[in-house]
């Protein structure tokens, strides 16, 4: 099913956070999507993403199939095809798995709106 994500029109960036739903119904961790790419988020979010792990931050692939704008599944290991944007999580959430983690209903995550990449990180702590 996925999350579909339609662009919020307020300026800044656009994050999505995991809902008590995608926890429950998902087995999510608190998360945090920052989006990418050319319909969403500005450089300056991803900017802080090569010193996560330094923070204590798992960075995973969220990845969309056929719809850009369609949020499908998380992968451990990224790559630049059909990416969607990053999973930021304190969880290291594959540290027993293997394959991907397809997302569920649309209302596993909530979209939010943030100045600047650390103000979205503030949900995780």
Request: net charge negative; hydrophobic share 30%; charged share 30%.
């Amino acid at each position: 099913m996925g999350y579909n994500y339609k662009e919020s029109g307020y300026g800044n960036c656009d994050y999505l956070i995991v809902t008590k739903k995608g926890k429950e119904e998902g087995g999510l961790p608190d998360g945090v999507v920052i989006l990418i790419g050319q319909l969403y988020a500005d450089p300056e979010f991803k900017a802080w993403l090569p010193t996560a792990e330094e923070k204590g931050y798992h960075v995973f692939t969220a990845k969309h199939c056929d719809d850009e704008r369609e949020f499908t599944h998380i992968r451990k290991n990224s790559g630049i095809v059909n990416r969607f944007g990053f999973f930021i999580t304190k969880t290291n959430m594959f540290e027993h798995i293997d394959s991907d983690y397809d997302i569920g209903s649309g209302s596993w995550f909530r979209r939010k709106n943030a100045p600047n990449f650390m103000e979205a990180l503030k949900h995780l702590d």
